[in-house]
T-cell receptor, first 114, second 112 residues
Framework: DGGITQSPKYLFRKEGQNVTLSCEQN?????MYWYRQDPGQGLRLIYY???????QKGDIAEGYSVSREKKESFPLTVTSAQKNPTAFYLC?????????????FGPGTRLTVL | AQSVSQHNHHVILSEAASLELGCNYS??????LFWYVQYPGQHLQLLLK??????LVKGIKGFEAEFIKSKFSFNLRKPSVQWSDTAEYFC??????????FGGGTRVLVKP
């Protein structure tokens, strides 16, 4: 059963702690993305990766970090430098080349920082 | 930088009513356009997409969208909604590279 998994579904952390959100895909997609979803603001791109060992900042990368050591995995770390980390985080993947560029989304992780 | 505007944040309507959600974008070049839907408790999924050709695009579940290049618009329509269409709808634009820019979303509530 192909798809994208994100874990955990809900995550609670104390202010000042770093936290890592997991994203795994078995779709054999080269590109992966992290978005943040806030009410009324839609999805905003945090980081994206077109290929293993390479990634680029999105529109709101400050306070976040990523790694892409394996094609299947693209973990996101929310650091203590992120001023407003409480949000719903979505991971996505796609085939990057050519005109067919639908992004497939995972179920999301809701992070609450107390 | 490109931007995407969805004019209605919340829409409430009754079953069998017609639905139209507006989407405008700011980019003068070639674009790919998407509508995604997020049903309560479910993954964000693709409703329909436009890449080229016929500007009237048909998607899943009876939805369609029309690309009007002169108006920089890609409005979503459904002639007769059902209670199961209650969801949040997002318009997205890909202008260059593989990055998508999303609108703020429209929450649609269909009353039975």
């Amino acid at each position: 059963d192909g798809g994208i998994t994100q874990s955990p579904k809900y995550l609670f952390r104390k202010e000042g702690q770093n936290v890592t959100l997991s994203c795994e895909q078995n779709l054999n997609h080269d590109a992966m993305y992290w978005y943040r979803q806030d009410p009324g603001q839609g999805l905003r791109l945090i980081y994206y990766s077109q290929i293993v060992n390479d990634f680029q900042k999105g529109d709101i990368a400050e306070g976040y970090s990523v790694s892409r050591e394996k094609k299947e995995s693209f973990p996101l770390t929310v650091t203590s430098a992120q001023k407003n980390p409480t949000a719903f985080y979505l991971c996505a993947s796609s085939i990057p080349s050519g005109s067919y560029n639908e992004q497939f989304f995972g179920p999301g992780t809701r992070l609450t920082v107390l | 930088a490109q931007s995407v505007s969805q004019h209605n944040h919340h829409v409430i309507l009754s079953e069998a009513a017609s639905l139209e959600l507006g989407c405008n974008y700011s980019y003068g070049g070639t674009v790919n356009l998407f509508w995604y839907v997020q049903y309560p408790g479910q993954h964000l999924q693709l409703l329909l997409k436009y890449f080229s050709g016929d500007p009237l695009v048909k998607g899943i579940k009876g939805f369609e969208a029309e690309f009007i290049k002169s108006k920089f618009s890609f409005n979503l329509r459904k002639p007769s909604v059902q209670w199961s269409d209650t969801a949040e709808y997002f318009c997205a634009v890909r202008a260059a590279g593989n990055k998508l820019t999303f609108g703020g979303g429209t929450r649609v509530l269909v009353k039975p």
